[in-house]
């Protein structure tokens, strides 16, 4: 009996992201087709079995299944605008990076065009493509995603269905990317902050980690509850305290000569919901003041 994730399938676009997913297919025993406008990218994926398609409509011929990833939508809505033919009736698998709104412009295109659509958001590095921790999230036809779950398992160990809503996977990508950033942001600023006394990177660390893993790491699901039911009194880490907290972090930074754009954003923020009458509650409340805009 033939393996039900081993059926053809094409890449279009091989950039670092894209051949992982090639090499990911290939090394499963898919029979996979590539396409890239450097074609020389695709010299080591044909060494490894795969077969390079001259032009975009021959890679598409070539398979049933059509999985996307290139810079942008603007860049997949040129490539795939005189090839309506060739995908009529076939799947599209988009996990090109753009906004939610791209991705349900495109999803109007596909139906408009007899395309069966499924869009989706890698949250992962190339290099962790195939691996268990990988998640990749989809969004779109529920009938597509059931069809070709068996085919997309070995791009990544988790995979997850978010619904009809074509836009809602990049929803999820930009929510997670904002995290990391805001992250690390802090992390770079308290860096820079210890930096000022002489102590490094290395050094801080393991406060860092500590602090990540028993203090915020915790919080999370915490207010997550807190949120969902719209209850923010708190007897633990009111805004009313943080507001004179941040304060100090913000004046520190400043006589340092610590850039504070990143910390004074937090600061107003507080400062708002404070000056709105929610001293009293916990920081969790600060989803408000970005509903606010």
């Given at each position: 009996?033939?393996?039900?994730?081993?059926?053809?399938?094409?890449v279009?676009?091989?950039?670092?992201?894209g051949?992982?997913?090639?090499?990911a297919?290939?090394?499963?025993g898919?029979?996979?087709?590539?396409?890239?406008?450097s074609a020389?990218k695709?010299?080591?994926?044909v060494e490894?079995?795969?077969?390079?398609?001259?032009?975009?409509?021959?890679?598409?011929?070539?398979s049933?299944?059509?999985?996307?990833?290139v810079?942008?939508?603007?860049?997949?809505?040129?490539?795939?605008?005189?090839?309506?033919?060739?995908?009529?009736g076939?799947?599209v698998?988009?996990?090109?990076?753009?906004?939610?709104?791209?991705a349900?412009?495109?999803?109007?295109?596909a139906?408009?065009?007899?395309?069966?659509?499924?869009?989706?958001?890698?949250?992962?590095?190339?290099?962790?493509?195939g691996?268990?921790?990988?998640?990749?999230?989809?969004?779109?036809?529920?009938?597509?995603?059931?069809?070709?779950?068996?085919?997309?398992k070995?791009?990544?160990?988790?995979?997850?269905?978010?619904?009809?809503?074509?836009?809602?996977?990049?929803?999820y990508?930009?929510?997670l990317?904002?995290?990391?950033w805001?992250?690390?942001?802090?992390?770079?600023?308290?860096?820079?902050?210890?930096?000022s006394?002489?102590?490094?990177a290395?050094a801080?660390?393991p406060f860092?980690?500590?602090?990540i893993e028993?203090?915020i790491?915790?919080s999370?699901?915490?207010s997550?509850?807190?949120i969902?039911?719209?209850s923010?009194?708190?007897?633990?880490s009111?805004?009313?305290?943080?507001k004179?907290?941040?304060?100090?972090?913000v004046?520190?930074?400043?006589?340092?000569?610590?850039?504070?754009d990143?910390?004074?954003?937090?600061?107003?923020l507080?400062e708002?919901?404070?000056?709105?009458?929610?001293?009293g509650?916990?920081?969790?409340?600060?989803?408000?003041?970005?509903?606010?805009?």
């Amino acid at each position: 009996m033939s393996n039900t994730n081993q059926g053809p399938v094409t890449v279009l676009g091989l950039g670092m992201m894209g051949t992982a997913l090639a090499t990911a297919f290939v090394k499963n025993g898919n029979p996979t087709t590539v396409w890239n406008r450097s074609a020389d990218k695709a010299d080591a994926l044909v060494e490894q079995g795969a077969v390079f398609a001259a032009d975009i409509k021959q890679a598409i011929e070539a398979s049933p299944v059509v999985v996307a990833c290139v810079s942008t939508y603007e860049v997949l809505n040129g490539l795939l605008a005189d090839a309506a033919d060739e995908l009529k009736g076939k799947v599209v698998i988009n996990l090109t990076s753009g906004t939610p709104e791209d991705a349900r412009a495109f999803a109007v295109w596909a139906e408009q065009n007899g395309v069966r659509y499924l869009d989706g958001a890698i949250m992962a590095v190339p290099q962790m493509i195939g691996l268990p921790q990988a998640l990749i999230f989809y969004a779109g036809s529920q009938e597509v995603y059931a069809e070709h779950e068996e085919l997309l398992k070995p791009l990544a160990g988790t995979n997850v269905y978010l619904g009809a809503d074509t836009g809602v996977a990049m929803i999820y990508d930009l929510g997670l990317l904002s995290l990391l950033w805001s992250s690390l942001a802090g992390y770079f600023h308290a860096v820079a902050l210890v930096n000022s006394a002489g102590v490094s990177a290395e050094a801080f660390t393991p406060f860092a980690l500590t602090w990540i893993e028993h203090v915020i790491t915790p919080s999370i699901p915490q207010s997550a509850q807190e949120i969902d039911s719209a209850s923010f009194d708190t007897e633990i880490s009111s805004l009313g305290v943080n507001k004179a907290a941040i304060e100090h972090l913000v004046a520190t930074s400043k006589q340092l000569g610590i850039n504070s754009d990143f910390s004074a954003a937090i600061q107003a923020l507080i400062e708002r919901r404070v000056e709105q009458g929610h001293a009293g509650h916990s920081l969790a409340s600060l989803v408000e003041a970005f509903k606010q805009g």
